[in-house]
């Protein structure tokens, strides 16, 4: 079993910055993929990003590549989530994920309780 808890979010204005991080306790993350998902009011949650155990490659949904970078630390058994240029309709709530064998939207084995992301113009 994995726990994820997410810290990081709050209110930013549009333009800010933002570091979202995950720690996981349970397991070593070392063998998992790491992802980031949000959910906006009444919208469905969605993939921002992920990135690989075995390659290190990452993942970005078309609206955040090249604001959002995605991060890990093995040793530390975190995964971050930095955020740069936020723009208002980034505001969501955002969720940490954890899956040994999927990547991207398909991730779904582990998830974080969220941490709420608030960008005013």
């Known amino acids: 079993q994995v726990q994820l808890v997410e810290s990081g979010g709050g209110s930013v204005q549009a333009g800010g910055s933002l570091r979202l991080s995950c720690s996981a306790s349970?397991?070593?993350?070392?063998?998992?993929?790491m992802g980031w998902f949000r959910q906006a009011p009444g919208k469905d949650r969605e993939f921002v990003a992920s990135?690989?155990?075995?390659?290190?490659?990452?993942y970005y949904a078309s609206s955040v590549k090249g604001r959002f970078t995605i991060s890990r630390d093995n040793a530390k058994n975190t995964v971050s989530l930095q955020m740069n240029s936020l723009k208002p309709e980034d505001t969501a709530v955002y969720y940490c994920a954890a899956d040994q064998g999927r990547l991207g939207s398909l991730m779904r084995d582990y998830w974080g309780q969220g941490t709420q992301v608030t960008v005013s113009s």
């Open positions: 990135i690989s155990w075995s390659t290190g490659s990452t």
């Open positions: 349970g397991r070593t993350l070392s063998t998992y993929n």
